[in-house]
């Protein structure tokens, strides 16, 4: 008898589906393929220009791949608890102007004018938090009104017009370099580690993923939903305010519409990281991935010379891609 016992756990043992290891954990695996897809079109574009590839290409790449590493930063947050920013770009166009506003060509103005754009940027995004959260409004309504409301506003007080030359620091800033590496490099280095470490890492971050994936149990749980929500859409406008200042800085001056064309990437760059639109999932090493992706595609499109419609059906055809390719992997978990 124990003989056929032994037998029957040594023929079951022997039909037991060996163990994968997985190198990788699941919500790390879209960010590998996007950092995949990056490389594999740096060295495609290699193929067909020799010329593109050098290091102060990859540079340049980095360097203006930062506006997008931090606003979408801020449109991840928001997005891991089922919400969207349709007014990042707006809020980028003021913080951007505001700066330029207040600082005319002088730093003696810049430790006043720093603040004072970043506490009125998160403050629009603390508006739009308190709109969706207190006000039950939902979140493509409210950010997209707001977004209205506030370029109106922008658009009153400076007549549209391009305002003086912002602080020479902050034009140093995104030119100078430390150690044989760009500032901007280093800012996006230190940038992407406390983003990490913030959305990863943290009670709070916790809290978010938790709300996203069932608001109803995260209120039956005690979490502050309401203080949360706040909190995550003020986050998003300090991030777009962050991005706006350094897009001034590198631009040399402001406009009151120039973060419109970062709007949908700060989707794209968070949908094709792996972050699901509903909420609850997504790392911000995807969101960075996206970023680095799409920055490496807008400087590829520009050395093709396509028109700027070809520029949105790409970025539009991305996001529909990552939809769908999130819509099979769903289905296929059920």
């Not at 699941?26 to 990056?38: F, G, H, S, W």
């Not at 938090?129 to 009104?145: H, N, W, Y």
Request: with cysteine.
């Amino acid at each position: 008898m124990q003989n056929k016992q032994t037998a029957a756990i040594g023929e079951t043992a022997g039909h037991e589906k060996p163990v994968r290891r997985q190198w990788l954990r699941p919500d790390a695996r879209p960010a590998a393929l996007v950092l995949l897809a990056t490389v594999a079109l740096i060295v495609s574009m290699k193929l067909v220009n020799s010329d593109f590839g050098s290091l102060n290409q990859l540079t340049a790449i980095l360097i203006t791949s930062i506006f997008l590493v931090v606003a979408s930063f801020g449109q991840g947050l928001v997005i891991l608890t089922g919400g969207i920013d349709l007014s990042i770009g707006v809020v980028m166009g003021i913080g951007g102007m505001i700066i330029a506003g207040m600082t005319r060509g002088s730093d003696d103005m810049l430790v006043y004018a720093l603040p004072t754009a970043l506490v009125c940027c998160a403050g629009i995004g603390v508006i739009n938090g308190t709109g969706v959260a207190v006000a039950k409004l939902p979140p493509f309504i409210m950010t997209l009104s707001s977004g209205t409301t506030f370029f109106g506003i922008g658009l009153a007080l400076t007549a549209g017009s391009s305002q003086q030359p912002v602080a020479p620091a902050l034009q140093k800033f995104m030119s100078g370099s430390w150690l044989g590496l760009p500032l901007p490099v280093w800012f996006l280095i230190v940038f992407a580690v406390l983003a990490t470490l913030v959305q990863n890492g943290t009670a709070g971050g916790r809290k978010l993923y938790a709300m996203g994936s069932s608001p109803g149990a995260a209120r039956v749980l005690g979490l502050p939903t309401t203080m949360l929500t706040i909190a995550v859409y003020g986050a998003s406008g300090l991030c777009a305010g962050i991005a706006g200042i350094l897009l001034a800085g590198y631009s040399s001056s402001a406009t009151l519409d120039m973060g419109n064309a970062l709007l949908m990437p700060t989707i794209a760059a968070v949908v094709i990281g792996g972050a699901r639109v509903t909420g609850g999932a997504g790392i911000y090493l995807g969101t960075l991935a996206g970023a680095l992706f799409l920055s490496t595609l807008s400087t590829v499109i520009t050395i093709l010379s396509l028109s700027q419609g070809l520029r949105s059906i790409i970025q539009g055809g991305i996001i529909i891609g990552a939809l769908l390719l999130q819509s099979s992997r769903s289905a296929q978990r059920h």
